[in-house]
């Protein structure tokens, strides 16, 4: 059947009302074609809207890592040891749901302490460091056996380790040691190097949980050594038949240990002063003057270094260091709320009357939006400069951070949960159903998806190619999923016109994330193209109703919904939801293309309520990017993960305005993005009346 591409056919309305199935009861909103308008609109701004409130922001996992990275410089990750943000929505940076708990406060200071010593620490270099097991293959013994969890040194004898150090000077040789006990004497133990003997102890240690560390330093040169570690007075008491041995559990050599202070260059961006010249306290102040602006991402107030300086004040007071004082302040600055939530003021926050965002504001809103980090340099001086009060100013700056790497933040993040991405690695299949399912498989639908999505962002594609494409890329990998031949190797781009590919719903990544472990689900996919394209989420399943049995049957997945929906709890988001899901039915619970089901033929022809009728991926894709909600949608989607915060029923004319400039930009993902930046909901917010 051929598609009308004019779009007369809207899901909106069939979806909601044709069908039956909403998830709220639909008095405040009235359907007309495929678009929702307000009974009421506050009429508090121009255009007819109402901006909403959003609470104070908590920086997400991402946002933290991304804000410490850019304005540190640091390479730590530390926020993958925070707790897992939760989802609403559908995305992880919605305000009302970034709650606090005690073990973030707790891993915050630990964050920040680890920050702060690694940008203020005065590096030693790198020293060499290498611990051989004893029982593993790094050593050789001369006597005695594997103990499970160390050597078992049973008579006198060595266990060596072979080192390369690589500079001359004091190393510490260390092992972890206890022993069997019997006898007058304790077992003793000797540490060397190079067949000299440079410690001996005795060993009290009688169990492995006990075990002790004898430590001795060494000179050595540049170059390979032995080190040994020897059992000394072995003792067999016939009469008992106890049995003196001893258990070496590691070898160690680390140093050298005197290195010389090298460059920090973390620390020369900010200890910019001489604090015995200047004295320490106002060293200290002129290094906060610089970082506060940055870490609370607005101009920092005299009252905002005056807090931080009583605790560099009380470190001094008690004796504390320079560097003392200026590790706590930077520790002090990254637990501050004004570092860890994105602050909006409200100059009426018992109101609902709305009004404008601040330049600093804007700014923040605009980085976090395209870059899930702090503003750079060009940001903070737009900000200073007035231009983000403009939207010339906002629309200059959209323009130049969509073309920062930084804005690669829309991929993994927006568009990573958006389009389900971030599922397909932690994604489980049956094995047996499908044995080629492997981490190999999933990363490369990851790539696709991830390399598919990036020419939206960055390419000014139309976004309905998003689903209308017949071009893409593929390794080797995917090429065999998809039965096509691939010249070359990594990835290359090809034409899936012959493939019955194209667009992400022809992508195995997307495919398998709306699919059980052993068998397809039209009803997941389904659920998809209505929450992720249509923004028609249906509502969850009533109580008590069961899904389809997921053990292997005589019946199709099609012959098996028809059965379900027979019921008509269930028949109202069915009828829909299944019949989207059907045209998909050609790709398997991995994405790969089959023409049976159970030994059937694979039917994926659709009929929806309305009477449409549509059959495969190619036609669902076209009836879906040819519908005005597709769009709306889409601009819906954005301008959440952008705001942070669920749209309400009053934020529909919001997305309306965003839609139209987007058709009237020519689709594309730039012309989205500054619809969504430029847009009052995003330029004002209100108090909580």
């Not at 988001?573 to 039915?585: K, Q, S, V, W």
């Amino acid at each position: 059947m051929a598609v009308d591409s004019g779009g007369s056919m809207h899901f909106g309305s069939l979806v909601l009302v044709l069908a039956g199935c909403a998830s709220g009861d639909g008095k405040d909103v009235v359907k007309d074609g495929g678009s929702e308008t307000p009974t009421e609109t506050t009429q508090h701004t121009p255009g007819g809207g109402d901006p909403n409130r959003v609470v104070l922001h908590r920086l997400n996992r991402t946002q933290y890592d991304n804000t410490v990275r850019d304005l540190l410089g640091t390479s730590q990750t530390p926020a993958e040891d925070f707790p897992p943000d939760d989802l609403l929505g559908g995305f992880d940076n919605i305000a009302s749901n970034l709650s606090i708990s005690p073990l973030h406060l707790e891993l915050y200071e630990l964050a920040a302490r680890s920050l702060a010593d690694e940008v203020l620490n005065i590096p030693l270099g790198e020293p060499y460091h290498q611990r051989a097991e004893g029982e593993g293959t790094e050593v050789t013994p001369t006597t005695g056996g594997d103990a499970g969890n160390a050597w078992n040194l049973w008579s006198n004898g060595d266990l060596t380790a072979i080192v390369n150090v690589p500079e001359a000077g004091t190393y510490t040789l260390s092992t972890r040691v206890w022993a069997n006990q019997t006898g007058p004497d304790l077992a003793q133990v000797a540490i060397g190097h190079d067949g000299f003997v440079d410690l001996t102890a005795d060993v009290a240690a009688e169990s492995a949980d006990q075990g002790e560390v004898h430590s001795v330093d060494v000179q050595l040169d540049a170059g390979v050594h032995s080190i040994a570690v020897s059992f000394l007075n072995d003792f067999y008491d016939p009469t008992y038949g106890l049995d003196r041995n001893l258990y070496v559990d590691w070898i160690d050599t680390f140093g050298p240990t005197d290195l010389e202070p090298g460059p920090n260059p973390l620390r020369d961006r900010w200890v910019t002063c001489d604090p015995e010249a200047i004295g320490e306290r106002l060293c200290i102040e002129r290094i906060l003057g610089d970082l506060l602006p940055l870490a609370y991402r607005r101009p920092a107030t005299q009252a905002d270094v005056a807090s931080v300086m009583t605790v560099a004040d009380a470190v001094l007071a008690d004796g504390g260091t320079f560097d003392d004082a200026l590790y706590w302040s930077f520790v002090t600055a990254l637990m501050s709320p004004h570092f860890l939530f994105r602050v909006e003021l409200d100059p009426e926050p018992d109101t609902g009357n709305p009004h404008p965002l601040d330049d600093y504001e804007i700014a923040n809103r605009l980085s976090y939006f395209l870059w899930s980090s702090m503003p750079d340099d060009a940001l903070f001086a737009a900000a200073a400069a007035g231009d983000l009060q403009t939207t010339d100013g906002i629309v200059r700056e959209v323009r130049r951070m969509l073309l920062d790497p930084r804005a690669e933040s829309l991929v993994d993040d927006f568009g990573g949960q958006w389009l389900y991405m971030r599922g397909i690695e932690s994604a489980t299949k049956d094995s047996v159903t499908y044995p080629a399912f492997d981490a190999a498989l999933t990363a490369s639908m990851h790539e696709e998806m991830r390399r598919f999505f990036r020419q939206f962002v960055f390419e000014g594609r139309d976004l309905r190619e998003l689903l209308t494409a017949t071009d893409g890329e593929v390794d080797e990998v995917l090429a065999d999923l998809y039965g096509m031949t691939h010249d070359g190797t990594g990835w290359v781009a090809v034409d899936f016109t012959d493939a019955d590919r194209g667009g992400i719903l022809g992508q195995a990544g997307l495919l398998t994330v709306t699919a059980y472990p052993a068998r397809t689900s039209p009803v997941i996919r389904g659920k998809f193209v209505l929450g992720q394209l249509l923004c028609s989420e249906p509502p969850p399943p009533p109580a008590g109703v069961e899904g389809l049995d997921e053990q292997e049957t005589a019946a199709t997945v099609r012959e098996q919904l028809e059965l379900h929906r027979a019921d008509p709890v269930c028949a109202s988001c069915h009828e829909t939801m299944d019949e989207l899901g059907f045209a998909l039915e050609h790709y398997d619970a991995i994405g790969g293309w089959r023409d049976e089901d159970r030994g059937f033929p694979v039917d994926d022809s659709a009929k929806l309520p309305d009477g449409t009728e549509f059959a495969g991926r190619g036609e669902l894709a076209e009836l879906i990017a040819s519908d005005p909600l597709y769009v709306s949608c889409v601009s819906e989607k954005l301008l959440t993960y952008a705001l942070g915060r669920i749209p309400e029923v009053e934020d529909q004319v919001w997305v309306e305005q965003i839609a139209q400039e987007v058709r009237d930009g020519g689709y594309t993902f730039e012309s989205l993005a500054v619809a969504v930046a430029t847009n009052n909901s995003f330029r004002l917010r209100r108090g909580e009346p």
